[in-house]
Structures are given as C-alpha cells and as structure tokens.
C-alpha cells in the first residue's frame, strides 16, 4: 500500500497534508490542533473540551449552528472530537464543496473571537455538564475513562485529570480565560489541515491560501511539564468503585511505550493477541472455553508523550463475583508472562492490525485522520506508509519480551467495578490466589 502524500507549510505556520484519490467524487478535511486536557491548567480542567463545543457556535461570519447547517446542506458529514493530546475537527463532503469546508475551517480559526459571547459560553457550558452526567455519572462504567487515568498517572501528571472536567472547573470557566485559550492554541502554527479525496492539488493550495494564509501565527504556547515516567508502576495499583452496574467490570491497565515508538509496535501487537476480535486469547479462553466473561477487549490508549497505557477490559459473567474475575483475568496474563504467545497468535495479531489499517485507508476521512495524526504527533504524515511494514517486522520474540517487561505484577492497574450492593471486600492479588484450573 501506498498512499500518495504531498506537504506544505504556509508562511505563518500552517502544516498542509494532501492525499489525492479519484476513487469516489468526495472529499475530507480533517484539521488537528495540538492541544488536549493534558495543556489544561490545574483549577480550568475540561478546557479543551468545553472549546470543541464552542467552535460550533458561530464565527464572525457564521452564525451559530450554522457551521453543521452548511455542511449538512452541501450532502457533507462534519463533528469534532477531544483527546488527552490533540482535538480535532473534520468534514466529509462532495467534492465540489471543498472550498466551503475551508472556509468554515479558516473562519473559525481567524475570526471566532468576535463572535464569542458570555450566552453561549454558558448555554455550552451547559450542554457540557449534562454530557458529563448522562455519559459518565449516570452511566453504569461511565466514570472509568476518568478514574483510570487517575489510577494510572501521578497526581501532578498532564495525563492524570479528568478529559471531561469537573462541574466545579466548567462553573468557574469565565469569558476571559476563553478567549486566552484560543489565543493560544488555535493559531496556524499550533495546527495541521488534511484534505483527501477527489481534489485537484494545485486548486486545492490555492484554496488553502485564499482562506488561511492572512491568519497570524500564535505567539507560542507554555511548555508541558515533564512527561516522562518509570518503565512501570512499580506496585500493583487497585481501586474499586461501587456502582449502580449489574455486572462487574475489570480494567486491568499497563504502563506501556509512547505511541510511535519502536517498542510500541511489539505493545500493539500484544494488545491484539491478548483482545482483538473473536480468536484473540483473553476471548477464547475467558468468554468462548471457560465462560468467565461476557466480553473481553485490549486495547492502547496511543498516548505520544511519556508514557502509553495497555488496557485490558472484561466485563464478568453473571454468577461471577469480582475478586474471581479478577483473579481469572490476572490467571491468563500470568500464564502469557510465564509461557509467551505462540508464532501463530502473533501472526494473526499483526495480520488482524495490518488488515484493519489497510482497510481504513480506503476511506477518505480514516486517511485524512491518520494523516492529521501522523503530521501533529511526528512532523511527518509519511509515517503512514510505513505503518504495514513496522507491523510486518514485529517478531514473536519482540512480542514476549514487552510482556516479560511489562506485563508483570509490578506494572497492573486494576480498575475493578462491583454492584453497589456487593460488599466491598479487599479483592485480594490474583497473583497470590490464582483460579484453580
């Protein structure tokens, strides 16, 4: 596979990434800005979330709402999204309508500040709070991409808070410190735009420089703390959280290389052997052989900075209390620590990746996305050639040497749910009590 990439940099510091591709008569816009809850400071936490609300409210030239209106008029598809590193913001549209998602794209970037006002910074603030009750405080599991961070990373981490923010932080979020954080994130500089699809490249850049070229540089964003971390947590971390749930739920989590790097690659694969799809060995021996679990999934979370996290997440079989599930769960890691994967599990690893990734590519915002990714994280959107070959050249022995550095009892994190009727309890090391087989 191979895609074709073309970059540019405009004169105040914009990253440009074009793909062309005839196949289909559509076209993605996909633009990153390298800002997530990790650039929050500490009282103002939900930050960047809360601002991927606000830039769907209307620009100098648009009013609010009318972004989606636009879009959604032109046959196009558009949303945005936050992470703990980078938020984003994409469109898929006829192609003749490339020039519109630029031009929202370049609106909202230049000239949101004009049209901020203190009624929609509190109608979003609003909208916020209530995603954070019915997606996380009142949704059984809800809080564990909340808590598991927070289990996972120092307390004076980036990593370490809440994607989301808590009530008290969005309460004291003012108009001022709004307009500070536009300043100082959502510059050309601190951006990458992606376009893929059906596009002729040199309108394109002309395009591209009509709508974005007048917009100023920032004047530079604060420096992130040290990320850096040990190799592992040093401890068996646990904590257990009551919950209006029917069924327990393990997340078992795992210091784990930076995303991107040559180690992170034998972790990937690790993380599909262990939970991708149905042949993957938490699935058949804990869901389909022994019938421990209901579900069973691994996952990375593709952190770049300081350090990644591998993931385990089991969800139990009625009848199956929580210290069992846990121990259950502990019992398998343990025996792939003592004995490895095979050859062939990590071939279907890799091959299940491999497939996935190529089969993705087909589509032009799953490229755009990727391309986005590989251009803010590495300054190089060519990586993403490279990904099937980085894949291909993991080995079975690079496989069992990640899980012999990091899949001990000294790098888990365990982040166990129960009904909230169950008793508590001290759910013991399932290193120390493993399920008798």
Known sequence: MHIPIVTFRL?????????????????????????????????????AHLFEHMLFQGSADV?????????????????????????????????????????????????LLPAMTQQKLDTQRDVVMNERRWSMDNQPYGTWMEKLPALCFPETHPFHHSLIGSMEDLAAASLDDIAQFFATYYTPDN???????????????????????????????????????????????????????????LFLAFRSPVFG??????????????????GSRLRRRLVRERQIAAEAAAFTYDLAKGADLLVVDVMARPGVAAEQLEQEVAYEIDQ?????????????????????????????????????????????????????????????????????ERLGENNRASLVYIPRDDAPGELVGAGAAAATQ
């Open 11 to 47: 004169p105040n510091g914009l990253f440009v990434t074009l793909s062309e591709d005839h196949t289909a008569p559509i076209v993605a816009v996909n633009l990153w800005y390298h800002v997530g809850s990790a650039n929050e400071r500490p009282g103002r936490t939900g930050f």
């Open 63 to 111: 009013e609010a709402n009318e972004h989606f209106e636009l879009v959604q008029r032109a046959g196009g598809t558009l949303n945005g999204s936050t992470w703990l590193e980078r938020t984003n913001y994409f469109e898929t549209l006829p192609s003749n309508q490339l020039e519109l998602a630029l031009w929202l794209e370049s609106n909202r970037m230049g000239r």
């Open 191 to 249: 951006a990458v735009l992606t376009i893929a699809g059906d596009f002729e490249p040199r309108e394109a850049r002309q395009m591209i420089e009509k709508h974005f070229a007048a917009i100023p540089r920032g004047k530079g964003k604060p420096p992130l703390p040290d990320m850096s971390l040990p190799t592992v947590f040093g401890q068996w971390k646990r904590d257990v959280v009551p919950d209006d749930v029917m069924l327990p739920r």
């Open 261 to 278: 790097s040559d180690e992170y690659y034998a972790a990937s694969v690790c993380g599909a052997a262990l939970g991708l799809r149905n």
């Open 336 to 404: 792939v620590v003592r004995d490895g994967f095979n050859a062939t599990e990590v071939e279907r690893a890799i091959a299940l990746i491999q497939t996935m990734f190529v089969s993705s590519m087909q589509e032009a915002g799953e490229r755009a996305d990727k391309l986005s990714l590989f251009a803010t994280y590495f300054g190089s959107p060519e990586r993403l050639n490279e990904e099937v070959d980085r894949y291909a050249s993991v080995s079975t022995d690079r496989v069992n040497a990640f899980v012999q």
